[in-house]
């Protein structure tokens, strides 16, 4: 993900243009969007391709007769193929349409999850977002099984050491983030999946704060499922993924149970549907996935090479300026990064920190980012993050920094 750090474009695209809320004045000041690892902006093909499929495609999926209905089927399954496209997962199949990251990795857990036993282990790290924690922490509640997690080092790498030293014969899964939302880190996840794979273990890879920044293969990663979310991939909210290595898709046991998912029906006796649909019970999102496809085409038609180079850059411009500041403290600096930089600002509080970037226009977050283990690991309470995507630029860079000073003039520890 580091791409080389080359000519940077100044803006990879016309961002008022696709991005029609970047135009928008906020607090009277030029809006320096830096919160993308929590959501990001849509671009016009993707705002009117909502508007488009109810205009013209809607209808309820697989089980009507007329034309609308096969319609919307056939967009939907097409959405399906550009998420299999996007992963370049082997088969459309292997894709199941979830709410996002966080019902991903809650369907795993309660469907693959429930033949865990006491003393099983699931092994995570002290860098994972609390989605990729809970969830085993309620397995383990149900089936005995315990959950361990590996060390963090001080520059936010993962202690690979300490990772491969917890794996054993007991650990029936490793689940870990790709990128760090918090400290941007970009874990050797093919490196790490050999390692649990000799182990025994199946591996669930969390993609939320990667699929938008550098290109995915699972099947180079060769992980058992992999996770992410529409909206952090310029798509809409409430529509996600959950990639599934086909053999073990082929067992897992039904999750929700509704219309859509079912082979027959009968007070004694159901049968499943075979595939994803077996996971997707009830009226699906469906305009979600047809955008969620437009979206990733979207993506893929700018060039994932590209933005990873884009936002290398910007991330190498903004670290740079911001460690010139006296008083600003990096939290995590590993050699590996995507496009995040988490920071604290002398003894400013990351929130006073927000509020006051806030009035000169600059959207950033401030506080744990659902990653408490973590920050209890760097003992703060949390810290102020600055997250980059394609549409930004070096100017969002510079309201940040001016921000920054202002923060500190303000809180009287400008040197
Ligand atoms: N994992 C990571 C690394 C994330 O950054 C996020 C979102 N902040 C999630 C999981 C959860 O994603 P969602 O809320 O879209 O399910």
Redesign the pocket.
């Known amino acids: 993900m580091n791409a080389p750090v080359t000519a940077l474009e100044a803006s990879l695209l016309d961002r008022s243009a696709d991005f029609p809320i970047l135009s928008q004045a906020v607090r009277g000041k030029r809006l320096a969007y830096l919160d993308n690892?929590?959501?990001t902006q849509k671009p016009s093909v993707v705002i009117d391709a909502l508007t488009e499929f109810y205009e013209h495609s809607n209808a309820n999926i697989h089980r009507g007769v007329h034309w609308l209905s096969q319609h919307a089927t056939d967009r939907y399954e097409e959405g399906r193929e550009q998420v299999r496209r996007l992963l370049n997962a082997p088969k459309a199949k292997d894709i199941i349409f979830t709410?996002?990251?966080?019902?991903?990795?809650n369907l795993v857990a309660q469907t693959w999850g429930l033949q865990l036993k006491a003393g099983d282990e699931i092994l995570v790290t002290d860098m994972?977002?609390?989605?990729?924690i809970v969830p085993w922490q309620l397995l383990c509640e149900r089936t005995g099984a315990v959950l361990r997690h590996a060390k963090v080092l001080d520059d936010g790498e993962l202690d690979v050491a300490d990772f491969r030293s917890q794996l054993n014969e007991h650990t029936r899964l490793v689940g870990l983030?790709?990128?760090?939302?918090a400290l941007g880190t970009v874990n050797p996840v093919a490196d790490l999946v050999r390692m649990a794979h000799a182990a025994g273990a199946l591996v669930l890879v969390?993609g939320?704060?990667a699929v938008a920044h550098a290109k995915v293969d699972v099947q180079a990663l060769d992980c058992d499922f992999y996770?992410f979310?529409g909206?952090?991939i310029y798509g809409p909210?409430g529509i996600?993924a959950l990639y599934v290595r086909s053999a073990i898709l082929a067992d897992l046991p039904p999750w929700q149970g509704g219309g859509d998912m079912i082979r027959t029906v009968s007070f004694e006796h159901s049968t499943w549907a075979s595939g994803p649909q077996r996971f997707e019970a009830g009226t699906a999102n469906i305009a979600g996935a047809v955008v969620l496809g437009v979206a990733i085409d979207y993506v893929l038609g700018v060039g994932l090479d590209r933005i990873a180079a884009h936002e290398a850059v910007l991330l190498n411009e903004a670290t740079e300026r911001m460690q010139a500041l006296p008083g600003v403290r990096i939290i995590g600096t590993a050699p590996h990064k995507a496009g995040i930089l988490s920071f604290l600002v002398d003894d400013i509080h990351p929130h006073d920190l927000g509020t006051i970037l806030d009035t000169e226009g600059v959207a950033i977050r401030a506080g744990h980012?659902?990653a408490m283990p973590l920050m209890t690991r760097f003992g703060i309470p949390g810290t102020a993050r600055a997250s980059f995507a394609l549409y930004n630029d070096s100017r969002d860079v510079d309201a940040l920094v001016a921000g920054v000073q202002k923060a500190q003039k303000l809180f009287g520890v400008s040197r």
């Open positions: 690892g929590a959501t709410r996002g990251t966080t019902e991903s990795i994972e977002h609390h989605s990729n983030a790709h990128v760090s939302n969390d939320a704060q996770a979310s909206h952090k909210t996600g980012h659902c």
